[in-house]
């Protein structure tokens, strides 16, 4: 009887230590499946992010994208997209024509195309570049390339115009140095003369390859080099440089410069800002006539005036005056030695310095040019 109850102990300890086992077993086996239930979760919840960050990836691109699928149907669209074609529909009513028609030819034979566009008002030239993707859908890409185009164009217009103003000088330099070779001998009295011209042209040349260098240099922002400025004090300092040309044209050239703030920018670009601008007026005043130069400080800027009694500008030319190379008068321009590139360098100079520049004219009443440019408040951090 002894025997049989200790037999049946230990297979009860026996029994409990398996069950025991198998429950640590199943246990396990519970944990690492919500272990992997929870990991599922995790991934899937992380694939979500991931489609919605493509998807708003995809939606801000600047480039415009719409996918069409086998049956013609926008299967993705995005803003940019929308914007130039504004709301996609079906294959067959896409506008315009000649997109529609790349678009179905690539999808024939599953060849990439180009086509440039005119769209909207005002016009905005886009290309667009069809390409097949996956086997039976094409993707149309859109890029706005109208600012690319209106820059290749000035650059265009830049080169032929430089070309030619420049071509001038030195053809006239060409000229008298091959007269004052032929007449040397012959003709001795003629020599200053040929010599003036040479001269004069040889300045001119000068002039023009200076202005070009500056404008080039701002351009691209101009001296990084910035400090308290006062303009006033650059005023009077270029009306002082400016008084022997005004007295040789005959003019009555006056300064009123009242104490003000200082402004945040450049010395030198500044100055040749104001440079250009009373230069300008003295080219284009006639004898007996008056520049006047003012600068004031007024409601948290400092204003620069230069005004004439020249010859004015003609009311269809004033929103072309600070083009590069345009002139109102260009006989004029060239008689005095001017390069055409002053008002340009002037605008560049006051953009530069986050002011704004404007101009009120009229045709044989002079000029008044007003540069407004923000003053430096005290306390406002320097470079």
Not at 351 to 356: C, D, K, R, T, V
């Amino acid at each position: 009887m002894e025997a049989l109850v200790a037999i049946l102990g230990t297979l009860l300890i026996a029994a409990g230590w398996l069950w025991l086992r198998d429950r640590r077993r199943l246990e396990g086996r519970l944990t690492e499946t919500e272990r992997a239930v929870l990991e599922l979760r995790g991934r899937l919840r992380e694939s979500e992010a991931w489609r919605d960050a493509a998807e708003l990836a995809f939606s801000a691109m600047p480039i415009g994208l719409v996918l069409f699928d086998a049956a013609g149907r926008p299967a993705l669209t995005n803003r940019a997209a929308e914007a130039l074609l504004g709301r996609v529909g079906a294959l067959d009513a896409l506008v315009p024509l000649a997109l529609r028609e790349a678009v179905l030819a690539t999808a024939a034979d599953r060849r990439p195309r180009n086509v440039e566009l005119e769209l909207g008002a005002p016009t905005r030239t886009v290309r667009t570049d069809v390409v097949p993707a996956g086997t039976d859908q094409v993707l149309i890409a859109l890029r706005d390339m109208t600012e690319t185009r209106r820059l290749e164009a000035v650059r265009r217009d830049f080169v032929a115009n430089a070309s030619h103003e420049l071509k001038t000088p030195v053809a006239s330099i060409l000229a008298a140095a091959e007269t004052l070779r032929t007449v040397a001998a012959e003709d001795p009295a003629a020599l200053p003369r040929f010599a003036e011209q040479l001269e004069r042209e040889a300045v001119r040349l000068s002039r023009i390859v200076s202005d070009l260098l500056d404008l080039s240099r701002l351009e691209t922002g101009g001296d990084t080099e910035r400090g308290p400025v006062r303009l006033e004090q650059v005023a009077r300092e270029e009306v002082d440089r400016a008084r022997a040309a005004a007295e040789e044209a005959g003019l009555a050239l006056s300064l009123e410069a009242e104490p003000g703030p200082a402004v945040l920018g450049s010395a030198r670009d500044l100055a040749l800002m104001v440079r250009n601008l009373v230069d300008n007026a003295i080219r284009y005043t006639r004898p007996g006539g008056r520049v006047e130069v003012r600068v004031r400080p007024e409601d948290g800027e400092v204003v620069l005036t230069v005004a004439d009694t020249g010859i004015g500008i003609p009311g269809r030319d004033l929103d072309r005056i600070f083009e590069r190379f345009y002139r109102v008068d260009r006989a004029r321009s060239r008689e005095t030695g001017g390069t055409g590139l002053g008002l340009s360098i002037v605008r560049h100079v006051v953009e530069n310095h986050g002011g704004a520049v404007r101009v009120q004219s009229e045709l044989g009443r002079g000029s008044t040019f007003e540069v407004r440019l923000p003053a430096l408040a005290e306390g406002d951090p320097t470079p």
